[in-house]
């Protein structure tokens, strides 16, 4: 890397393209914000062509929060196939506005790229908007981890795609994170007994002794899944120590869980397979010991892992009389348009409280913040019937030679306690409920239960190989039931203007411009929606966000009878 090089995105491997993206400057105009649009193809023998704006046609990213990494499509315009074509440079100048090519030499030819379809052809995304009205170029770079699009993505299928009567021709890659196909091709050798501080031969201790916390095999896993393999995978740790490359993989918000296991891959398992089965036994460190979502962040490639009650306690704050945004809270979306004269002071008056009012973790951003449509997607009622139900884990005890039955954690009526407790109205040292209500003593939930399954008629069994960890068994029943009914709760969509501050993970609220006559089904659409998936996408010279959230509250009192 080269030495003026001060920040390091994580397009590593190529250097010329690294050093180009810090000194470059705004090359498109999207919506009159001015960005760093820069994608290029890549392939593993250090080949590359950069795609012009004017090649590409679409360009689509997906961020789901119950994915570790996004993942996406593009199309671009590659007539004459000429994309994988040598050229001459004149000629170039003359007829093609769509790739910028390596040279050969200081003469006439320029390099040819060509397709090695073997998942070592990739995409480098970088795509920053350029930030005005903040005081300082320090305050600009603070901003750089939250307002940049940075990825590097494996091509996964390659397709040709034509126009009728036209001698146009497109070609469209769908793509997945790079170090997402490294761990689904990896069949590693791994064990957590190589990871026992301990003297003792390992060969001389029984299955306890080789166990480790569930989030330290995520992070051992993680790192050898990167670190293990062919040349160039490894880059991600090339020339750093030990203790750096620690720093280097993991964010600080890591959650080690509350149990140990003792885990050696099978033969057949992928470091995918792997991540899913511990992540399935992995609960979080503190009460009510729930699920963990690992993700990958976007800018610094740092992996984290965070319980979900933690994302739901940083959605808002408020006090008695006023509300703002959590750490983790965007933005307040309106329905209806800026001619409405909204402001958050006459919001108070004309509009129920259903979102945050003051601006602090919570923007109302012009146009990109108004919408005049919205798709609600009710839950689905066969899901609540066949997901969100008592579930028995069975177990076999091998020390006893006997089976054995959760079912007190694993209860469907306990499980929507702990829902409500951790989701809706928070902990019982919270002097407020998680989100605002029309009463702030008595937040309500939006899930119910009828007589067949709060009486266990319908419930279904699940087996858990794990003997010995009853908490490790929440995964497979009550934490499985919690995440369908967040995951598979009433959703919003909505299409917006494009910002790429939006990610998954992050909490949106959603709200009225004006006052219109309102009732229940107001309350259950107003109000704060957890982000689960987020698309950016770039379609020529516009820029668009698709949405959607899911809510897990309801913002007065329904009055529905529960266990008819």
Partial sequence: MRSNFQHKPKLTGFPDIDEYLFSASTNYRIDNINYKYYIYLANADGNYVSLTTDAIELLNISDNVLDYTAFGSIVFRN?????????IVNTLEKKENYFARQRKNSQTLISEFFFRNDCRDYLLVYIQPEIKNLTNDEEIKKLHPFTTLQYKFTVLTNEDMTV??????????????????????KNI????????????????????????????????????????????????????????????????????????IFYASPGEYNVLDDLDYILERHTSSQKPFDRCLLRKDRFTDKWSLISLQNYFNNAISQ????????????????????????????????????TPTIPVNNETLGDYSFVDKFKFHNMNGLDNQKDIVTTAVHSYQ?????????????????ALQVYYETY?????????????????DQINS??????????????????????????QRLGVGRNAILTCAIFKNNALELDLKGITTRAAGRFLSFNRAKSLPEGKFDDKVFGTYFLVNVEHVFNKGSYANKVIGVKTYLYGDPFVKEAL
């Fill in 189 to 260: 050798d791994f064990s957590t007994a190589n990871f026992i501080q301990d003297t003792t031969e390992v060969a001389d201790l029984d299955d306890s002794e080789r166990q480790i916390k569930t989030g330290s095999v995520i992070k051992e896993l993680i790192r050898s899944g990167i670190r293990e393999g062919s040349m160039g995978e490894d880059a991600y740790v090339k020339s750093e120590s030990v203790d750096k490359v620690e720093d280097s993989f993991f964010s600080k918000d890591w959650d080690e869980g509350t149990t140990s």
């Fill in 319 to 354: 006090d008695e009389s006023q509300s703002w945004g959590g750490l983790l809270h965007l933005e307040t979306v309106l329905l209806g348009t800026q001619s409405s004269n909204y402001s958050n002071a006459d919001a108070q008056v004309e509009l129920k409280s259903r």
């Fill in 424 to 440: 809706v109205k928070g902990a019982d040292s919270n002097q407020y409920p998680l989100f605002l209500a029309n009463n702030k």
């Fill in 398 to 414: 091998l020390n006893d030679k006997t089976f054995q039955i959760d079912l007190t954690n694993n209860n469907a009526s306990k």
């Fill in 79 to 87: 007539d004459d196939d000429a994309i994988e074509r040598t050229n």
């Fill in 446 to 471: 939006n899930i119910f239960l009828n007589a067949m399954r709060a009486n266990n008629i319908n419930y279904k069994n699940v087996f858990s190989i794990n003997d010995k960890e009853p908490d």
């Fill in 164 to 185: 009728e009567d036209s001698d146009i021709k497109y070609k469209k890659l769908t793509l997945v994170d790079n170090v997402l196909e490294l761990f689904r091709e």
